[in-house]
């Protein structure tokens, strides 16, 4: 047996998992925390990496490692952090996300450079901030990475900085139409020129770690997702974590002017289509905080409402949004009545205000040619019954839930046994169905009830969009 291993560097935390190369299944594994916030020293990575990865790696042939996207990590000429790593979720430099929007010419000619329009979360917007807010670390800075580049190059001893395709694309001076660098719009942002790594194919042996391990490139966490739900078209998928997340794989690049959809490249040859909410799981935690109950409770409650909770709707920006581009937005509820004040329309409303923000992410796909056969729930929030009923009734299309997984470190793993074998394997796995109506549902009325409209209407009303 080949064992290989993949790492899930998140926002949240540190996941290893070692499998079976041939048959994905998973021999052992193991998480440890991150600290909280939208910026960290990349140190608490390695110190988590060192303790989730302790005892699980023997006999292990290849790993790579999967790492949150668009994250900064800037460093001096001897490789050491000039401040904290700005995180995706960290929204200070949405002003400068504007200012670069400006000076290029407008959102279209970012889409058409680098398939994605900048905000506050893409690498290239947070460079802009760290050379206009501090000057001091600024200086110093030599060279810039990605999460998973700074592990990626820790575990090969420091040498060589690589990434690839898939998170290069997250940074907004990588081009997927072209695979290369526009170093133009890096020193548009940053004032002159950075050192960024090499990008490299997935199939490639970057290094070996200090006990003779190979090292794949690596990649972004939703490129390494699509790996490991090894996505064929017509899928695609939903993921709910503290982001909300829709994605597929496409054979062209994207070029969205409205900014709604990121233009990324994936971790093999082809392109990722991605549309990215900030507010997606945490939604459900905070509505059950408010309600005094936890989320078991706050799924009863929701499935206890009619479809629509009685006119009850949320815009659920409670950390500001991305998309839409609403960085400083807060949360709106409307339509409070006397019947629509309830726990159970409130639960519902909270669950179905998290979703529309999805099916919004949905329709543009579609819209931009996207072949869109069934959706695939993934993510904390995708365990919950009632987002697992409701889901159906606003995404129209056939819903599965694929077994409960650490999905992006099964895809780093994958990759892993890419590099190792010369092949990528094909791992079997069962989908579980998800069904709306009144088989899942205690409601009369099954379908949408409306809910997608009024959800339009009212952010509409509150941010004209």
Same mark, same amino acid.
């Given at each position: 047996m080949t064992l290989v291993a993949g790492v899930d560097s998140s926002t949240q935390s540190c996941k290893v998992v070692v499998c079976d190369a041939d048959t994905g299944e998973v021999q052992r594994s &193991?998480?440890?925390?991150?600290? @909280?916030?939208?910026?960290?020293? #990349? &140190?608490?990575? $390695?110190? &988590? $990496?060192? *303790?989730? /990865?302790?005892?699980?790696?023997?006999?292990?042939?290849?790993?790579?490692?999967?790492?949150?996207?668009? *994250?900064? =990590?800037?460093?001096?000429?001897?490789?050491?952090?000039?401040?904290?790593?700005?995180?995706w979720n960290d929204t200070r430099s949405a002003p400068q996300a504007a200012e670069l929007i400006d000076e290029l010419g407008g959102a279209g000619e970012w889409a058409q450079a680098v398939g994605t329009v900048p905000v506050a979360s893409l690498t290239v917007t947070k460079l802009r901030w760290l050379a206009e807010h501090e000057p001091g670390p600024a200086g110093r800075t030599e060279r810039v990475m990605l999460p998973h580049d700074w592990l990626t190059w820790c575990l090969t001893g420091r040498g060589e900085a690589v990434t690839d395709r898939g998170d290069a694309s997250?940074?907004?001076? $990588? /081009?997927?139409?072209?695979? @290369?660098?526009?170093?133009?719009?890096?020193?548009?942002? %940053?004032?002159?020129?950075?050192?960024?790594?090499? +990008? !490299? #194919?997935?199939p490639a042996v970057v290094g070996e770690t200090a006990t003779g391990i190979q090292v794949a490139p690596g990649t972004g966490d939703n490129m390494a997702a699509a790996l490991g739900l090894q996505?064929?078209?017509?899928? =695609?998928? !939903?993921?709910?974590?503290?982001?909300?997340? !829709? %994605?597929?794989?496409? @054979?062209? #690049?994207? &070029?969205? #002017?409205? *900014?709604?959809?990121a233009g990324f490249a994936d971790a093999t040859h082809r392109f990722l289509p991605l549309v990215c909410t900030m507010n997606c799981a945490r939604v459900l935690g905070a509505a059950a905080t408010m309600l005094g109950t936890d989320l078991t409770g706050l799924s009863d409650l929701a499935l206890a409402a009619r479809p629509g909770a009685d006119g009850l709707t949320l815009l659920p920006y409670l950390d500001g949004e991305r998309t839409p581009n609403l960085p400083t937005a807060t949360g709106t509820l409307v339509g409070l009545t006397r019947q629509s004040m309830t726990p159970e329309n409130l639960a519902r409303a909270a669950v179905e205000g998290m979703l529309c923000g999805l099916t919004d992410g949905l329709d543009a796909l579609r819209a931009s040619g996207v072949r869109v056969d069934r959706v695939l729930l993934t993510g904390g929030a995708a365990q919950s019954p009632a987002v697992r009923a409701i889901a159906p009734l606003l995404f129209g299309v056939p819903v599965s839930a694929p077994p409960t997984a650490e999905? +992006?470190?099964? *895809?780093?793993?994958?990759?892993?046994?890419w590099a190792a074998t010369g092949h990528l394997p094909e791992w079997p796995r069962e989908d579980q169905p998800c069904t709306g109506g009144q088989d899942t549902v205690d409601s009369p009325a099954p379908g949408d009830s409306g809910v997608r409209s009024r959800y339009a209407e009212a952010r509409l009303a509150r941010h004209g969009l």
């Amino acid at each position: 047996m080949t064992l290989v291993a993949g790492v899930d560097s998140s926002t949240q935390s540190c996941k290893v998992v070692v499998c079976d190369a041939d048959t994905g299944e998973v021999q052992r594994s &193991a998480a440890l925390p991150h600290p @909280e916030g939208s910026e960290v020293d #990349p &140190a608490a990575w $390695w110190t &988590a $990496w060192e *303790g989730a /990865s302790a005892g699980l790696l023997d006999g292990v042939a290849a790993l790579s490692v999967a790492g949150q996207q668009h *994250g900064m =990590v800037a460093l001096d000429a001897e490789g050491a952090s000039v401040r904290p790593a700005l995180l995706w979720n960290d929204t200070r430099s949405a002003p400068q996300a504007a200012e670069l929007i400006d000076e290029l010419g407008g959102a279209g000619e970012w889409a058409q450079a680098v398939g994605t329009v900048p905000v506050a979360s893409l690498t290239v917007t947070k460079l802009r901030w760290l050379a206009e807010h501090e000057p001091g670390p600024a200086g110093r800075t030599e060279r810039v990475m990605l999460p998973h580049d700074w592990l990626t190059w820790c575990l090969t001893g420091r040498g060589e900085a690589v990434t690839d395709r898939g998170d290069a694309s997250g940074t907004g001076y $990588w /081009s997927p139409a072209t695979g @290369e660098y526009r170093t133009d719009l890096l020193e548009r942002a %940053f004032g002159r020129t950075l050192e960024v790594p090499r +990008v !490299v #194919p997935s199939p490639a042996v970057v290094g070996e770690t200090a006990t003779g391990i190979q090292v794949a490139p690596g990649t972004g966490d939703n490129m390494a997702a699509a790996l490991g739900l090894q996505l064929q078209p017509g899928d =695609v998928v !939903v993921s709910l974590g503290t982001s909300g997340v !829709v %994605f597929a794989i496409s @054979e062209a #690049p994207s &070029a969205d #002017p409205t *900014g709604i959809i990121a233009g990324f490249a994936d971790a093999t040859h082809r392109f990722l289509p991605l549309v990215c909410t900030m507010n997606c799981a945490r939604v459900l935690g905070a509505a059950a905080t408010m309600l005094g109950t936890d989320l078991t409770g706050l799924s009863d409650l929701a499935l206890a409402a009619r479809p629509g909770a009685d006119g009850l709707t949320l815009l659920p920006y409670l950390d500001g949004e991305r998309t839409p581009n609403l960085p400083t937005a807060t949360g709106t509820l409307v339509g409070l009545t006397r019947q629509s004040m309830t726990p159970e329309n409130l639960a519902r409303a909270a669950v179905e205000g998290m979703l529309c923000g999805l099916t919004d992410g949905l329709d543009a796909l579609r819209a931009s040619g996207v072949r869109v056969d069934r959706v695939l729930l993934t993510g904390g929030a995708a365990q919950s019954p009632a987002v697992r009923a409701i889901a159906p009734l606003l995404f129209g299309v056939p819903v599965s839930a694929p077994p409960t997984a650490e999905y +992006v470190a099964l *895809g780093a793993a994958r990759q892993a046994a890419w590099a190792a074998t010369g092949h990528l394997p094909e791992w079997p796995r069962e989908d579980q169905p998800c069904t709306g109506g009144q088989d899942t549902v205690d409601s009369p009325a099954p379908g949408d009830s409306g809910v997608r409209s009024r959800y339009a209407e009212a952010r509409l009303a509150r941010h004209g969009l």
